[in-house]
């Protein structure tokens, strides 16, 4: 247990009469479902009207299911519903002086929610969001993100955390992200499987300096943890009719990689972004298992390969490829079509010669930072020629530098092909960014790993073929089951180990998680079906985006729709609405995700889209002027009708 | 460790201890000519009782020669090992290991069946004692049936007694233990004064195990035994006996 800050009397108020009497983010994660709840209660107490901004950061990958926002003892309830019918809707009444919306931002794997209020002097309004997320595991470790922006010194701040596992907690860290001014704050009490995390500053602590107005509370609470892996090679869970089943093995040793750096050296790589890249790919080189097998090439308008075959990853190789790294000069064009089908050709190559070991990965690492400017232009057809010429068991994983390349096309190549897309972003983290990327697909530990479930008993199961399954990473397959006519659920799994083929089989009991879950207050009852529909509705936007006719992306689309309203959730085809009581006025929170190209959004999937100008007028960012007087109008109705279509 | 050795033919088991110091590796069977070596390695229990420490199977080494495999069985983990790579199944794990006709099945928590070529084949069987146990800890239990084809020169304190020995058991009198009978066992031109026991087979029964009648070899099953136990030390878990 921890003590609770109660008001310290302390004066929050600033100068511009704007109190903010509470912020609390509550999360619980059941199982890898977080579900957390950003309330806030503020209140203008100046004599004159006054915005007041509910601004919100939320995770990409995350579903908006709820909002509320009491203004004075009114309530304002939301509603997810289809996109259009929601804008006509709101294009008849809109709310005066009110405005919410979802933006996108430029911080890492980030969007924000925001919503405004131009309100009397004296007005107390309470904000209220609630969202979703899987929580997926990188690394060897969950890391739950919570983004706090009181924006002000708070009455009370509080974030609370609980985590329940019924596969049992391993370890509860809680870096220190925030920064030194808060380290010792925070709490962690943790048992067997169940943890409570507790941060509640005082105003003095949330203070900048001791007599400072401005608060230091600005940036990511984060809590990392892990499961016990020690025993099981994976967990089926099964709880209220779904299951949801777990498979992150260990103790295995890493199969040999073939491997392919492809480099972008056109002349936008010049100065930090090369430097940055030379660093990384020196480490990422050094890291090279001595049975893995690599090469690397680099294009601008040309491409060159440092060893026109893959070799050996020795000690003398690797410095050589260092070397060679170390001795680019970046300049040109780009000509991504050609150097991804060199690399194609040379594995084939190396395959077709047997010189390759039965049992390794092939991959190919494409790093870019902007779009072909030379050879094949057109997106589409880059893409044609590689799903072409790439073979089955080959992944590409896509890293795009900065703003400058089309990360939605890097995405669609990525995930057509196997692979993985990352943003990085083009700074002085550029380097740790790409190394962190490799360590997550270094250590390929499986191959063709195949989940196989009774037909019959099961129905609406994800995707349960794999390519691959690195290490520290987790697999995440879900299903329907008849849990009234079924006692237990089996699995086998089968995959292709370093030495072996691999036969894993699991029996459990269909109500084997009641007990514990359904004693546990702060549990969500729902987590099973909701994990389900969060991977489904993933892999049919990854599947809409890859669909080739129109009338196959319809189809998709009316699922996505479907479930998204089944699930409440807003997603690309779903918009929010936020009605008065009386239902005279209506505010509306529409997705960002509405550019042509982009993919997957919410997606468990690294990295993020591009910023994109599809952002409303009316929720753009407000300046944080002292006072606003005039009132906020909605968008015209032009404005809100001329996106989403197939 | 306990020995039970089923003699078919002569429808009898004879049975022995082997004490020895925890650590030490006994070899079980070494059949050069077939390739498969089988070894155990003692972990002791963690108290003395009546001034005695338990040994018991920690780990279990099986090498195929001629397949270049090795895998090592412990009461934590169930190890394939194929030159430098190697793959692991915990106890938890219910699943199969395929590699070059030899198949490694794990039952989860019970026991795991090594087979070769869809043929020859050994059970381990897991023991698990409670958490916190003041003295026991767990352990492994080994069966190999007589049908496996192992050469003529399988050695090893089991692999020995795959060429089944004449053994004349005789003169049964009451012992010094009431209800445990005495009698004269002629093997392997010795004469040894043997005991009436019972000792569990747990293959059927993991928890109580099944009664097996037998005839009881003292001192380190000497006399029943090719020379001395110490002569199957060995000084790894995957070393063929020299003889």
């Given amino acids: 247990s921890t003590p609770s800050n109660d008001d310290s009397g302390e004066s929050v108020t600033g100068e511009d009469n704007i109190i903010l009497h509470s912020y609390k983010v509550k999360s619980t994660i059941t199982s890898r479902l977080a579900n957390t709840m950003v309330q806030s209660r503020v209140e203008n107490g100046a004599r004159h009207p006054q915005n007041l901004v509910f601004d919100v950061q939320i995770p990409k990958g995350a579903f908006i299911h709820n909002f509320t926002m009491n203004v004075n003892g009114i309530t304002f309830t939301s509603s997810v519903k289809e996109k259009s019918s929601a804008r006509s809707q709101y294009a008849q009444a809109r709310a005066k002086g009110k405005a919410a919306g979802i933006l996108r931002s430029n911080d890492l794997d980030m969007e924000n929610f925001k919503a405004e209020l131009n309100v009397p002097g004296g007005t107390k309004v309470q904000f209220e969001i609630h969202y979703q997320q899987p929580i997926r595991r990188k690394l060897s470790t969950y890391e739950h993100v919570v983004p706090l922006q009181p924006g002000r010194l708070a009455k009370q701040l509080e974030v609370d955390i609980r985590i329940i596992e019924p596969q049992g907690i391993n370890f509860v860290h809680i870096p220190n992200a925030l920064g030194e001014h808060f380290a010792g704050i925070a709490t962690i009490s943790k048992g067997e499987k169940k943890a409570h995390i507790s941060f509640k500053p005082t105003v003095a602590q949330q203070r900048k300096c001791s007599n400072c107005s401005l608060t230091a509370v600005e940036g990511n609470f984060v809590v990392t943890y892990d499961v016990n892996r020690d025993r099981k090679a994976g967990e089926l869970e099964i709880f209220n009719g779904y299951f949801i089943h777990y498979f992150a093995p260990e103790n295995l040793d890493p199969l040999p990689k073939n491997i392919l750096f492809v480099i972008d050296v056109s002349g936008s790589m010049w100065g930090l972004k090369m430097r940055q890249t030379v660093e990384a790919m020196k480490t990422i080189l050094g890291d090279l298992r001595s049975d893995d097998k690599f090469s690397i090439l680099d294009f601008n308008h040309n491409v060159r390969c440092w060893r026109d075959s893959l070799v050996e990853a020795s000690r003398m190789q690797t410095d050589a490829a260092k070397k060679y790294i170390e001795g680019i000069h970046p300049n040109g064009g780009t000509n991504i079509n050609d150097a991804l089908l060199r690399a194609i050709f040379i594995l084939n190559e190396a395959n077709k010669f047997g010189m390759l070991d039965p049992n390794s990965v092939s991959m190919i690492v494409l790093v870019s930072d902007g779009d072909p400017t030379v050879g094949e232009l057109k997106l589409p057809t880059i893409q044609k020629n590689v799903k072409k010429h790439i073979q089955d068991d080959i992944s590409l994983f896509c890293l795009g530098i900065g703003f400058d390349v089309d990360y939605d096309f890097l995405k669609r190549l990525a995930h057509e092909n196997n692979g993985m897309a990352q943003r990085i972003f083009g700074n002085q983290e550029t380097s740790s960014q790409m190394k962190k990327f490799y360590n997550q697909v270094s250590t390929p530990l499986l191959k063709k790993l195949e989940f196989n479930y009774p037909q019959g008993l099961v129905s609406d199961v994800t995707h349960n073929t794999f390519q691959n399954y690195f290490g520290g990473s987790e697999i995440v397959v879900a299903g329907k089951v008849d849990t009234v006519n079924v006692q237990h659920l089996q699995s086998v799994i089968t995959a292709t180990a370093s030495n072996a083929q691999l036969v894993l089989e699991t029996l459990e009991d269909v109500e084997g998680l009641d007990e514990f879950l359904n004693n546990d207050i702060h549990a969500d009852p729902k987590f099973t079906e909701k994990l389900w529909a969060y991977i489904t509705i993933n892999q049919l936007m990854a599947e809409r985006n890859l669909a080739p006719t129109a009338a196959l992306k319809r189809n998709i689309t009316k699922s996505i729709l479907q479930m998204s309203l089944d699930h409440h959730i807003v997603t690309p085809y779903t918009a929010m609405l936020i009605e008065s009581p009386d239902g005279e006025e209506l505010m509306l929170a529409d997705s960002p995700q509405d550019r042509k190209r982009a993919c997957c959004p919410g997606v468990l999937t690294i990295g993020q889209p591009k910023p994109d100008n599809s952002i409303p007028s009316w929720a753009k960012t407000t300046p944080k002027t002292k006072d606003t007087l005039s009132l906020l109008m909605g968008p015209t109705a032009a404005a809100v009708h001329e996106v989403d279509n197939d | ?243």
Avoid at chain 2, 32 to 42: D, E, K, P, Y
Avoid at chain 2, 145 to 159: C, K, R, V
Wanted: aromatic content about 10%; proline content about 4%.
């Fill in chain 2, 1 to 243: 460790p306990h020995f039970i050795i089923n003699l078919p033919r002569q429808q009898k088991n004879i049975c022995f201890n082997i004490d020895s110091e925890p650590g030490t590796i006994l070899n079980l069977i070494s059949d050069a000519a077939s390739g498969i070596v089988v070894n155990g390695q003692l972990v002791g229990a963690k108290k003395r009782v009546n001034n005695k420490l338990s040994t018991y199977f920690g780990k279990i080494g099986f090498y195929f020669e001629d397949r270049r495999l090795k895998v090592e069985v412990s009461t934590d983990a169930i190890t394939l090992k194929d030159g430098l790579s190697s793959t692991s199944l915990s106890w938890s794990d219910t699943g199969s290991l395929i590699r070059r006709r030899l198949r490694i099945s794990v039952a989860k928590e019970s026991n795991v069946t090594l087979t070769v070529d869809g043929d020859s084949s050994f059970m381990v069987l897991l023991h698990r004692v409670w958490k916190k146990h003041p003295a026991h800890v767990d352990f492994l239990g080994l069966y190999i049936p007589p049908t496996n084809n192992f050469s003529a020169a399988a050695h090893g304190l089991i692999g020995q007694f795959m060429r089944e020995p004449d053994v004349r058991v005789y003169n049964e009198r009451p012992g010094r233990v009431p209800g445990k009978s005495e009698a004269t066992m002629d093997v392997k031109g010795h004469k040894l004064t043997v005991t009436r026991g019972l000792q569990k087979d747990y293959r059927l029964d993991r928890v109580f195990g099944t009664n097996v009648q037998c005839w009881f070899v003292h001192n380190n099953g000497k006399g029943f035994l090719d020379g001395s136990y110490s002569d199957y030390f060995v000084p790894t878990l995957y070393s063929y006996l020299k003889r």
